[in-house]
Every structure is written in structure tokens, then in C-alpha cells.
């Protein structure tokens, strides 16, 4: 039996996991496992996207704040996990702009009231879920395992701290941990917030689509179960201490991915005999771009790939259609 205590399980990459790490069981036949999800249940969380799982006799859900030290060691000791996965975190880069503060809490205090109680726990694995903005930003080439991290925005500052306290608890008290680093995700159960379910979202409710700047920013998209089982190869496979690039190498411009978004929603809708009208370019709106707005995040997932196997099943293509079809089916509902 192995016990997982996943944290921010509610929101969209973790709740994807929690139902990925069923689904894998499930197909080996070996349902030997317990996961705990603790989610603060922030304006990010949504009990929607794990609905289906309330009824697993090996599944329990716990309101709880990563930052509340008492409470996360009561956790701790009760179910004694075997594997940390840290996914809890304030994740959008807007809202770091406009305060940080929840940002150091969450990101940075969250992440070490997890390390303590996992030092003073047997744990076998903490996995930090991380981010390629931690290393800034980068207009050719592409940043390794070993770059200089180099954030520019509170977001990624507060990311970068969190990792930089995770490699620090395996230097001084040799704690089990991996931290993993992945590009822009996409699939179902984003919030709308974020660029892709905002463009179909918005091309679904005929709203005009804010686009920073000129659109040109880069960026590299990865479908969220690809990453997910990039997390669990990681879990079940990676060498103890190390940190883990995971991408797709499905780059593209900013102003790109909306065009192409737009396109496929009307095209989508059109199939299943549903109206497309008023779904076109001309809801794009430039607006004022982001305030020190990367330009490029570039990372390789060759570490992955070579060591451990990895590879990405789900091109951008094949991704948008299963994410414009869950948004256009079930999407709607979540807020
Ligand atoms: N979305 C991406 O493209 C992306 C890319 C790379 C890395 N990441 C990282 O992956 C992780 C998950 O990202 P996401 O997109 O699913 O985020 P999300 O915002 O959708 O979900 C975050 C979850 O954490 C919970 N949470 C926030 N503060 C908490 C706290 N103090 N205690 C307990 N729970 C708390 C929220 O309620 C929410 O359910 C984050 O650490 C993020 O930095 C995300």
C-alpha cells in the first residue's frame, strides 16, 4: 500500500493527477493505494474537478491550509504518507502583479511547513511541482536542469524560493525530495483565468478576447496528463535530489494560439450542429501588455527523456480539440 498526500488537489494540474494516478492503477490492476488531497479551497479550487472521486472507499478530502502548521503535522501523523506532492500554490502571474503577498504565503511558508512535517515523517518522496519560470526568460535556446534561476515576476520569485528551500532540506537533512519543472499546461478543469480556457470560454460566451501587447510572446504548451504522467515517472523512477525539466516543445506565439483556438472552437461547435455565429478573429482585443512580460520560456525535457523514458503522447493539435470539447460539454459549469 502506498500512501499519497497530494496538496492543491482541487485545482486544475492536481486534481488531474489524483485522477490520473486512479486511472493507472486501475489499468494494472493494482488499486493498492490512499491518496489524501488538502486543498485550502481558494478562489482556484474547485470540489468539481474531483466530484467523481468522493466515493472511493481509498480517496479522502481535507479543507485544509498548507500554511497552518499545526493542523498539516496533525495530518502528517494520522495518515503517514509514503509520497508528498506538492502542487498547492498561488498560481497566477496577473495576481502576483497585483499583490504578492499570498503568493509568499502559499509558495514559499506553504511549501515549508510540507518539508518540516515531511522531515519529521518517514516520507519516501517529496515531489515540488515547479515551473520553467523560475528560470526567466530566454529568446533562443533553450535552459537546462542546471540554469541559474533568474525570476522576474512575484509569481516566479516566490516558485523559485519554494524550490530553492526544497533543494536546501535535501542538502542539510537529506530529505527524499525531487523537484520537477514544467511548461505551460492546458486540458480540462483550468481556471478561466488562464490564457486557454479564456479564449474558448470567452469565443463560447461571444466576448471579446484580451491579447497583452502585440501578441508576440512565446510560449510552450504541454496537455495536462502528458505532465502528469511525467510526474508520476518521477514519483515511481527519478533520482532522489535532482530536478526534472518537463515540456512538449509545442511553442507558440501568444497572438498564434488564439487564432488557431478561435478557429477550431467555431469549427468544433460547426461538427456538432451547434451556433458558431459571432465567433471569429475580430473578438481579439490588444490590450496593454503585461507588466515585465517574459518574452520566451524555453526548457527541454531531454533529462526526462533519456533517463527516465518519458515522452509526450498529446500534441497541441489533438490537445486543443479534447480541451475545446470538454469546455464546449462540461466546462461551462466551472468558475
Ligand atoms: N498551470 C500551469 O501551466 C503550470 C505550469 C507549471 C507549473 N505549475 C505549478 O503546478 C502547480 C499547480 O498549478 P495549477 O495550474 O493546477 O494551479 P491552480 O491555481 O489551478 O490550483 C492550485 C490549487 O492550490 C490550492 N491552494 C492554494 N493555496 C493553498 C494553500 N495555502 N493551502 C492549500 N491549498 C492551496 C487552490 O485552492 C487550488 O486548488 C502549481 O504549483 C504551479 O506553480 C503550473
Request: hydrophobic fraction near 35%.
Amino acid at each position: 500500500m502506498k500512501r499519497y498526500l497530494v496538496t492543491g488537489g482541487a485545482g486544475f494540474i492536481g486534481s488531474n493527477f489524483i485522477r490520473y494516478i486512479f486511472g493507472n492503477n486501475k489499468l494494472t490492476g493494482n488499486e493498492n493505494i490512499n491518496i489524501v488531497n488538502i486543498d485550502k479551497l481558494t478562489y482556484a479550487g474547485n470540489l468539481e474537478n474531483v466530484k467523481k472521486l468522493e466515493k472511493k472507499y481509498n480517496y479522502t478530502f481535507i479543507q485544509e491550509d498548507i500554511c497552518n502548521r499545526n493542523s498539516i503535522r496533525d495530518i502528517f501523523n494520522f495518515y503517514k504518507p509514503d509520497y508528498v506532492i506538492n502542487f498547492a500554490a498561488e498560481s497566477h502571474v496577473d495576481r502576483s502583479i497585483e499583490s504578492s503577498t499570498e503568493f509568499i504565503k502559499t509558495n514559499v511558508l506553504g511549501t515549508q511547513v510540507l518539508l518540516e512535517c515531511s522531515l519529521n515523517s518517514e516520507i519516501e518522496k517529496f515531489i515540488q511541482i515547479s515551473t520553467d519560470e523560475v528560470y526567466g526568460s530566454i529568446e533562443n535556446g533553450f535552459f537546462s536542469e542546471e540554469s541559474p534561476l533568474k525570476p522576474n515576476n512575484p509569481y516566479a520569485a516566490s516558485k523559485a524560493s519554494g524550490d530553492l528551500l526544497v533543494q536546501s532540506f535535501y542538502n542539510t537533512y537529506g530529505l527524499p525530495s525531487i523537484i520537477t519543472r514544467s511548461s505551460n499546461n492546458y486540458g480540462p478543469c483550468q481556471h478561466k483565468e488562464k490564457l486557454i480556457p479564456k479564449v474558448i470560454t470567452n469565443c463560447l460566451e461571444r466576448r471579446k478576447i484580451p491579447v497583452y501587447g502585440n501578441g508576440i510572446n512565446v510560449r510552450d504548451w504541454i496537455y495536462v496528463t502528458d505532465h502528469c504522467y511525467g510526474i508520476n515517472k518521477i514519483l515511481n523512477k527519478g533520482a532522489i535530489g535532482e530536478v526534472y525539466n518537463i515540456s512538449s516543445n509545442d511553442e507558440k506565439r501568444n497572438i498564434d494560439i488564439v487564432r488557431i483556438i478561435i478557429n477550431k472552437t467555431k469549427e468544433i461547435l460547426q461538427n456538432k450542429g451547434l451556433d458558431s455565429n459571432g465567433i471569429s478573429e475580430e473578438l481579439i482585443e490588444f490590450v496593454e501588455d503585461r507588466k515585465g512580460h517574459d518574452k520566451r520560456y524555453g526548457i527541454k525535457a531531454t533529462k526526462l527523456i533519456e533517463t527516465l523514458g518519458w515522452n509526450n503522447s498529446i500534441g497541441l493539435e489533438w490537445g486543443l480539440e479534447k480541451t475545446i470539447n470538454w469546455y464546449i460539454d462540461e466546462g461551462l459549469v466551472v468558475e
